[in-house]
Nanobody, 126 residues
Framework: QVLLVESGGGSVQAGGSLRLSCAASGFTYRTYFMGWFRQAPGKEREGVATINPNGRTNYADSVKGRFTISADNAKNTLYLQMNSLKPEDTAMYYC????????????????????WGQGTQVTVSS
């Protein structure tokens, strides 16, 4: 059984940083591509960042240059380093595991993923 557990969310002022973690059990990160998504109140869920087992990454335009996705395969943990946070980054953040090993495209569409964590809240104040 695949289980994803996010942590690291919290409240921070604009310009601050947070690092989200996603601990996985029931599979290994090199088996599937992985992603971070977020959903703000009243808005649709959006893809933030993805990483393939070969290390290829992709980011939403809104977070490029500020967020970094990475994976520690030895710890079976996915990370999202978020710098220069803005109030519009406020959302519930979710990690997800893809349906296949690799994703050739942008990989930011949520239908490509079939296992999700419970989410961790990020709140950025101005």
């Amino acid at each position: 059984q695949v289980l994803l557990v996010e942590s690291g969310g919290g409240s921070v002022q604009a310009g601050g940083s947070l690092r989200l973690s996603c601990a996985a059990s029931g599979f290994t990160y090199r088996t599937y591509f992985m992603g971070w998504f977020r959903q703000a109140p009243g808005k649709e869920r959006e893809g933030v960042a993805t990483i393939n087992p070969n290390g290829r990454t992709n980011y939403a335009d809104s977070v490029k240059g500020r967020f970094t996705i990475s994976a520690d395969n030895a710890k079976n943990t996915l990370y999202l380093q978020m710098n220069s946070l803005k109030p519009e980054d406020t959302a519930m953040y979710y990690c997800a595991a893809g349906r296949t090993e690799y994703c050739a495209g942008g990989c930011l569409d949520d239908f490509l993923y079939n296992n999700w964590g419970q989410g961790t809240q990020v709140t950025v104040s101005s």
